[in-house]
Structures are given as structure tokens and as C-alpha cells.
């Protein structure tokens, strides 16, 4: 009888089992998205303010996270809509970035671009979600068998590695460095990486009303961070993914600062982003595991996996955009890459917010 197990076939980075090719960068817009648009603690709010600098002028906020540093931090006041009847429960609108400020726009929000609005959103719904994110992705591989693969395309590092959490010295760089990096390994290879951030460069202060207790991102005394860290088969630790990044700011951003979240070589996020982000950090101590602990109750969070999983295999049907993993609006086609005809897009912004990234593999031949 003939071996049919995958895991004895040629590697191969593009290799491909029906369906069981899992792209770490599609998952991530994905389980951002799903995550995101649904967060309980964040359901159906309203931007009130923005305040950076100057003091709030609809509430007055005395903690101290906010009352010391002004030259780093961000207020955002949010304004929670009362509970909708119980029938509007059975299809609730997803809570997104084009729907999260009062139509007509408040005059104290008028000033604010696009842009901004994004950098609000995600350091809103990002505010203490790196465990979560873990435990979500956990479901979502276990949804899978132990032999599904997993495709990792990064740009290519920066900086030399020891392949350990170090980096190491540039002049040991190679003359004409690779532009991009991409290898698939199992999905069941990943590590866990758990380690203490102190002191984030810029603070986040959230306010949600009615409510007393702010959300602080930033807050006196160490953030246990939880990211996830890959490599090629039978390797230490390569690439690091990092969903919940944005929560530190725009140094959280993504490739040339336009990606929504973090996939990057390691030797890059400890040497280079993790200094922009934040203070100290013990990246050179970090835990590594093999399962991220989660609370047998978040069954929400297995819903949120299922969604994720189910989207992610109807993609050739229903697309989702390649930049944020919205699906198509209602009756509209989405914008697709004219050169691969791939990836799908929600508007141009999206399509030259993830041209940096997705110009390095835009390729038809290269997946599905």
C-alpha cells in the first residue's frame, strides 16, 4: 500500500496538500479581523475624543499613567451604544474602522484622516489582547491535523542572526542579501514565546463610558507579551508573528510601517523594533512553549477560530481583503491585484497600504 502520509513527502517552501497550506500572513489579516470586530470589551463603541498633548475636554482622567509623560501618550474617549433588542443579536454588525465615530461626524473628530482612525482602532482593540490572539491561533491550528503545513513569507532581515533570540553583528551580513524569505513548515513546530515588556515608548489610555476603570496600555510595572515564533523544519526560531503589536503604536506597524501586525525574521524584532517600542524588554529570557494556557470558559474564542477556519477555506469563493481581511461589502466586487490576480482588496488605499509587502511574492504561479 502506498505512503499517503504528508509528512513524508518532498519539502518544498510552496509545496501544497489539498486545502492544508496554511499562508501565516492571510491567517494573520484574518484572525485580526474576526478577533478584532467582535472584542466584548469594545462592542459597539463610539469615538468621543482624541487627546495627545493637551488635556481631555469631555472627561477629567487622574491617573497617572496619564497625568505624567504627555509628550507619549494618547487619550481616546469612547462612548458605548446603549443594548440593541434582542432580535438585532442574531446578526450583529462587526464593529470596524468605517463605522467606529458618529455619522454625522462629531466637530471634535472632524480633523482626523484615515489613518488616524486606523491607529486608533487597532491600539484600541489591541489593548491587552497578545494572550488571546495566542490562545485564538491555538484553536484554530487544533481545528487542523498536527501535519498541516504552514507558509511563512517575510521580508528579508536586516540584520544577521546566530538562528537564536540574539542578534548579531552587521558586518557579518551577506554581500547581496535575498530581498524576501519564504518556507513552510509544520503547523504543530510553532513555539510560544512569552516575555516582559517595561515601559512601552508610548502610553495608550482608553476610556470606554459609561465605565470607571480606564484600559491602560503602557501602565507602571511589566506587560507579559505573548507572540508566536516559527522556523523551517528541524530549526530553531526564525520568524516571530506578532498580531497584537499595534497596541504599542505606529512603531507597531508592519513591513515599512504599513502592515496591520508583525511577521518578521527575529534577529529585526528584537534588534530593531523592540528598542522602538519599547524600554527594556526580556526577549533573551523569553519562555519558550509548546501550548499557550487559556481559560476553558472563552468558548467565544473557539468561535472566533471557527470563523477564522471557515472563511479561510471559502476564500476562493467569498475573498477577503489581503490588507485588513474584510470580506466584500454587499453587492460589490473587491479590487483584485491586476498582476497575480490573487489578492483581493478592500479600496486603492488597502491595495498600496499592502503593495510593500505583497510586491516581494506577487507571483500566480506561487500559491493555490
Given at each position: ?16 496538500y ?5 499562508d ?77 465615530v ?51 513569507r517575510?521580508?528579508a ?9 540574539q ?7 551577506p ?22 515588556i ?38 530553531p ?14 512603531e ?53 477560530a ?50 510593500p ?12
Amino acid at each position: 500500500m502506498p505512503d499517503t502520509d504528508p509528512r513524508n513527502e518532498p519539502w518544498s517552501p510552496w509545496t501544497t496538500y489539498p486545502d492544508r497550506v496554511i499562508d501565516l500572513h492571510e491567517l494573520g489579516v484574518l484572525i485580526n479581523y474576526e478577533r478584532a470586530s467582535t472584542d466584548h470589551r469594545f462592542r459597539h463603541i463610539k469615538l468621543r475624543e482624541v487627546a495627545t498633548i493637551s488635556d481631555f475636554t469631555t472627561i477629567k482622567c487622574s491617573a497617572i499613567e496619564w497625568t505624567t509623560s504627555p509628550n507619549h501618550r494618547l487619550g481616546l474617549v469612547y462612548d458605548k451604544r446603549p443594548a440593541q433588542p434582542a432580535g438585532d443579536n442574531e446578526n450583529p454588525e462587526p464593529d470596524l474602522i468605517t463605522n467606529m465615530v458618529n455619522d454625522p461626524i462629531p466637530p471634535l473628530l472632524r480633523h482626523l484622516t484615515t489613518r488616524d482612525l486606523e491607529t486608533f482602532y487597532w491600539r484600541t482593540r489591541h489593548h491587552d489582547a497578545s494572550q488571546v490572539t495566542a490562545v485564538i491561533l491555538q484553536h484554530f491550528f487544533d481545528l487542523f491535523p498536527p501535519y498541516t503545513r504552514v507558509r511563512i513569507r517575510t521580508m528579508a532581515p536586516v540584520i544577521p542572526s546566530t538562528r537564536q533570540l540574539q542578534p548579531v553583528s552587521p558586518r557579518d551580513a551577506p554581500i547581496n542579501p535575498p530581498k524576501h524569505i519564504y518556507y513552510s513548515t509544520l503547523v504543530s513546530d510553532r513555539k510560544v514565546i512569552e516575555f516582559q515588556i517595561t515601559n512601552p515608548k508610548q502610553r495608550t489610555v482608553i476610556a470606554v463610558l459609561p465605565g470607571s476603570k480606564p484600559f491602560i496600555t503602557g501602565g507602571y510595572g511589566p506587560i507579559k507579551h505573548t507572540i508566536l515564533g516559527f522556523g523551517p523544519p528541524a530549526s530553531p526560531i526564525e520568524t516571530v508573528y506578532d498580531l497584537t503589536s499595534m497596541q504599542f503604536g505606529e512603531e507597531g506597524k508592519g513591513n515599512k510601517r504599513k502592515g496591520l501586525f508583525v511577521l518578521e525574521p527575529i534577529q529585526d524584532y528584537v534588534g530593531i523594533r523592540l528598542p522602538k517600542m519599547v524600554e527594556s524588554h526580556t526577549m533573551s529570557e523569553a519562555k519558550l512553549l509548546d501550548r499557550v494556557e487559556f481559560d476553558v470558559n472563552d468558548i467565544h474564542l473557539i468561535d472566533v477560530a471557527r470563523r477564522v477556519k471557515t472563511r479561510w477555506q471559502r476564500r476562493k469563493e467569498i475573498p477577503f481583503c489581503a490588507y485588513c481581511g474584510a470580506p466584500p461589502e454587499h453587492g460589490k466586487d473587491m479590487a483584485k491585484c491586476s498582476a497575480c490576480k490573487l489578492d483581493h482588496y478592500c479600496n486603492e488605499e488597502h491595495q498600496r497600504n499592502a503593495w510593500p509587502f505583497h510586491k516581494l511574492f506577487c507571483d500566480p504561479t506561487n500559491r493555490y
